[in-house]
Nanobody, 124 residues
Framework: QLQLVESGGGLVQPGGSLRLSCAASGFTLPDYAIGWFRRAPGKEREGLAC????????WYEDSVKGRFTTSRDVAKNTVYLQMNNLKPEDTAVYYCARARPGWGCGKYTDYEYWGQGTQVTVSS
């Protein structure tokens, strides 16, 4: 059964760090690009980053460049989002998603499977 399960969210102070995990099952990472998204209260879903099926971190949204890094562990079939220097405006539910077959990373990548999300709250 195909599944994406996010974890690692929580409450962190401004300037702090969190690492989110996206555990994949039912498919293998080297076959698909994986993206990270977030949805803040009252806002549209926002694409943040993507790691290609080759393991390259190919795309980041401007507001997180230099602060967020995506990586993966093929042996664990897990993708990570390392988030540093967190700001209150980073508060949101964070999701990972699997791209459709054949899609690489980019702002308009088409995703077909989504995790349930994990809450990140940045507050003092």
């Amino acid at each position: 059964q195909l599944q994406l399960v996010e974890s690692g969210g929580g409450l962190v102070q401004p300037g702090g760090s969190l690492r989110l995990s996206c555990a994949a099952s039912g498919f293998t990472l080297p076959d698909y690009a994986i993206g990270w998204f977030r949805r803040a209260p009252g806002k549209e879903r926002e694409g943040l980053a993507c790691i290609s099926k080759f393991g390259d971190s190919d795309w980041y949204e401007d507001s997180v460049k230099g602060r967020f890094t995506t990586s993966r562990d093929v042996a664990k079939n897990t993708v990570y989002l390392q988030m540093n220097n967190l700001k209150p405006e980073d508060t949101a539910v964070y999701y990972c998603a699997r791209a459709r077959p054949g899609w690489g990373c980019g702002k308009y990548t088409d995703y077909e499977y989504w995790g349930q999300g994990t809450q990140v709250t940045v507050s003092s």
